[in-house]
């Protein structure tokens, strides 16, 4: 059961309970679309789009103030849009955008090169570790403040 970390009108923020990327090398979040009948993004309206953008960046930012501090040596953040392991099981995938971690010293993945994400049955990502319960009220804490400051109301004021 993943945690829920932030939530706006159409979407939720979520730690991955089973990461791609373990919290040693950078760790996992993920934005999912609350509608699960909406497998991409070609099927949100105008405001939801802008919604998804916000939520993005809003998240991105949070784990760029929080995590560094918790021990990550952070040098980037991958966003990333799959879905693709849905068809594998004969599903429809649901929209979501996965944020993943990378840092300086992982070992799981390799050091300025994509992602490498095998098939979740390989038994790769068996031993890795979630980012903490306590990693996860630090970032809900901060994307509340975050979504209170100017540079963040602005955008969904128009």
């Known amino acids: 059961m993943e945690t829920t970390l932030f939530k ?3 979407f939720t923020v979520k730690l991955a309970s089973t990461p791609h990327v373990p919290r040693e090398d950078g760790g996992h979040i993920f934005i999912e679309v609350n509608d699960h009948s ?3 993004r070609s099927q949100l309206s ?6 998804l953008a916000w939520l993005t960046a809003l998240a991105g930012q949070a784990y760029w103030d929080v995590m560094p501090s918790r021990g990550l040596d952070l040098y980037r953040l991958n966003y990333q849009d799959n879905g693709n392991w849905a068809f594998v099981r004969n599903e429809t995938p649901v929209l979501h955008i996965h944020i993943y971690g990378r840092t300086r010293n992982e070992k799981h993945q390799e050091y300025g090169q994509a992602l490498h994400l095998p098939y979740v049955d390989t038994g790769f990502y068996d031993s890795f570790e979630p980012l903490t319960s306590d990693d996860a009220e630090a970032l809900h804490d ?3 403040e975050l979504a209170q400051t100017e540079r963040f109301q602005s955008i969904l004021a128009d």
């Open 8 to 10: 706006s009108n159409n």
């Open 38 to 40: 909406i497998a991409e």
């Open 46 to 51: 105008p405001e939801q789009i802008i919604e």
């Open 142 to 144: 901060r994307m509340v």
